[in-house]
Nanobody
Framework: QVQLVESGGGLVQAGGSLRLSCAAS????????MGWFRQAPGKEREFVAA????????YYSDSVKDRFTISRDNAKNTLYLQMNSLKPEDTAVYYC?????????????????WGQGTQVTVSS
């Protein structure tokens, strides 16, 4: 059974930083691409960042590019999202997900397992 557990969310002031983690189990972590998504109240879930199975390819949404960094440690079965220069519009529940294959994708349908989410709130 695949399990993804996010942590690291919280309340931060605008301009601050947070680092999210996603601990994976139940699947050979290193064989699959991973991604981060977020969902704000009243909005659809949206793509944030993705990383290929070995970490060599990454994608970012335009809204977080140059502020967020996705990374992974396959030895620890853990995915990360370093978030800098946070803005109030970054407030959302953040979800990690494991892709159906090795290639990174921005397509939500390309992911088959999801974590329960962690709340990130950025105050102005």
């Amino acid at each position: 059974q695949v399990q993804l557990v996010e942590s690291g969310g919280g309340l931060v002031q605008a301009g601050g930083s947070l680092r999210l983690s996603c601990a994976a189990s139940g699947r050979t972590f290193s064989r699959y691409a991973m991604g981060w998504f977020r969902q704000a109240p009243g909005k659809e879930r949206e793509f944030v960042a993705a990383i290929s199975w070995a970490g060599g390819v990454t994608y970012y949404s335009d809204s977080v590019k140059d502020r967020f960094t996705i990374s992974r440690d396959n030895a620890k079965n853990t995915l990360y999202l370093q978030m800098n220069s946070l803005k109030p519009e970054d407030t959302a529940v953040y979800y990690c997900a494991t892709a159906r294959g090795q290639r990174a994708t921005i397509d939500l349908d390309g992911y088959d397992y999801w974590g329960q989410g962690t709340q990130v709130t950025v105050s102005s």
